[in-house]
């Protein structure tokens, strides 16, 4: 599975964005996608998770904040980004789990900044 994230830029603190990542093929069956994020000089972190199942998980610090979807008719997960804080400045990384195998994105970078 190739992964493409999009939707990254420079917003204001309290903004929003929205992150899309489309995968090269149907992400029906795929048991997991999500989000990840790695800020400079600190490790990859897990943001949201989506499963097949309709399981949804956050990270504690943007529960309230973010919402990750599906979209299977376009093969997309999107992660929607309210209220920014600038501790959410990272790369973002999108993710899929599937038989085994762990699939990631290029990475886009969202800074949140005044």
């Known amino acids: 599975v190739q992964l493409q994230a999009s939707g990254g830029g420079l917003v204001q603190p309290g903004g929003s964005l929205r992150l899309s990542c489309t995968a090269s093929?149907?992400?029906?069956?795929?048991?997991?996608m999500g989000w990840y994020r790695q800020a400079p000089g600190t490790q990859r972190e897990l943001v949201a998770i989506s499963t097949r199942w309709g399981d949804i998980n956050y990270v504690d610090s943007v529960k309230g904040r973010f919402t990750i979807a599906r979209d299977n008719a376009k093969n997309t997960v999107l992660l929607q980004m309210n209220s920014l804080k600038t501790e959410d400045t990272a790369v973002y990384y999108c993710?899929?789990?599937?038989?085994?195998?762990?699939?990631w994105g290029q990475g886009t970078l969202v800074t949140v900044s005044s």
């Open positions: 993710n899929a789990q599937d038989l085994g195998q762990n699939y």
């Open positions: 093929r149907s992400i029906f069956s795929i048991n997991v």
